[in-house]
């Protein structure tokens, strides 16, 4: 058997052992658990963020009735519905990535926001590459460090993003959410792809995380500990 490698906090390889020969035992060394942190900028607890009125959500046809909806400061919500219910159209309304049919969408100036989309990432850049390109005004130790922190080793960062699992894709896109300072979290179905032990550090720090966040989740394990609504598109038909 071979052991190869350990990981360092920097995202470098340390070299460890060569051969473990005439052994009797097999070994099994996962690497280390990730450890999600997200940055929150400015405290907008209680002020209202979005509010939308008489919205009308679709891409022809609206998916839901008109709806009045409003996010505060620290609300923590979680979106749920069967699948093509709407949930990740009614998101990139709220947030202006797609026009609405009806209503009006209003977002305060002093909002902050950090997206994770659902869509894995066919990037041919590296996840150093892809986050630099989206911070170029970071350093590279900075990007290295935050990628080690999302269980990410110095093989994976290496790969082209297209080649990495969706896994590894994720917690490179998570990776790059944890550098961006924000007071408004978008979370579109984060925990797809991810293990045990990235679901429970991605919980832990959203419930950790003083600003607001939507979240859009299929799981309610994830969620029903920590969030203070959760919409139900299905009431909206």
Known sequence: MFLEEIWLDTGEVCPFFSHLENSRYDFHIEGPAPRFEFRAEGNLSGSVLIEARRLQAGYAVPLFRPL???????????????????????????LGGINALGGAVTVQNT????????????????PLRYI??????????????????ASLSADHIRKPMRTLSGGEQA???LAELMLTRSNLLVLDEPTNHLDVRAKESLQKALA????????????PAFYEDWVTDIWRVQDWK
């Open 132 to 149: 630099w390109s989206l911070r170029p005004d970071l350093t590279e130790k900075e990007i290295r460090r935050t990628l080690a922190m």
């Open 68 to 94: 009045d909806l409003t996010v505060k400061g620290g609300d923590k919500i979680a979106i749920i519905g069967e699948n093509g219910a709407g949930k990740s159209t009614l998101l990139k309304t709220l």
């Open 171 to 173: 917690k490179a896109r």
């Open 208 to 219: 950790a995380y003083p600003g607001t966040v939507l979240l859009v989740s299929h799981e």
């Open 111 to 126: 909002v902050r926001t950090a997206y994770y989309q659902q869509e894995d990432t066919p990037s041919s850049d590296t």
